[in-house]
């Protein structure tokens, strides 16, 4: 038993035309929406500040000898065994305890970072805080205990600091102009989607046009409305 279905065709020309007619809707969204992500980037999310330092990862203690380049395979590859020292609760809770600090080990890992710089026997260590010159000193306090740390407990190698911790003057967040320009986005987004969204929904018959692209039949008259005295 076969069944006849009419699938409903979205036409790309009315969709154009519906957001011709509602371009002024479109900026103004746009607008404020960007508007809206300025401000809140500006005037409610903290900024944030990074320090960072580096340091060299060597596979032996004694560093006066030469170099061969197998020991700099093998130093490059002990970056990523180091980092997970450098965060680890061995060396953070030291941190806290010589700062004085007034927060948890997770809370302090959570601002560390570790990473190898070129995938070279070069470390980075970063933090990030609100206040910069935190940020500072715990990047400081962390290239003076992770060294003792790692020689405990690889028993093998050496790391010295090669860079001083130092602080980016300028905040790493939030990014306002960025922020901005994806809150218009956002905005005109959503406003084009909930455009289509009332065109595709929409299944009454507005003009003479629906009349025969929907029903398929002819439009032979139409009955204006008018006003006469308050009454329709």
Known sequence: MEENQDYETIDLLELLGVLRQHILALLLT???AAL???LVSSFVLTPQ???SALMIVNTRQDTSAN?????LTSASRLV?????IVKSDTVLNQVIANLGLNMTYETLASKVEVSAVDETQVMEITVTDPN??????????ITQVAPDAILTAVEAGSVKVISAAS??????SPNIPRNTAIAGVLGLVACVGILFLRVLLDNKINTEDDVTKHLGLTVIG???????????
């Not at 602080?167 to 790493?172: G, I, L």
């Not at 139409?222 to 329709?232: A, D, M, Q, S, T």
Request: hydrophobic share 30%; charged share 20%.
């Open 222 to 232: 139409v009955i204006p409305n008018y006003e006469n005295g308050g009454k329709r």
């Open 80 to 84: 990523s065994t180091y980092s997970i």
């Open 67 to 71: 170099v061969t380049s197998d020991q």
């Open 167 to 172: 602080v980016d003057p300028d905040p790493v």
């Open 49 to 51: 500040y990074q320090a």
């Open 36 to 38: 809206a992500g300025f």
């Open 30 to 32: 746009t607008v404020l």
């Open 132 to 141: 910069p010159d935190g940020a500072r000193q715990v990047c400081e306090q």
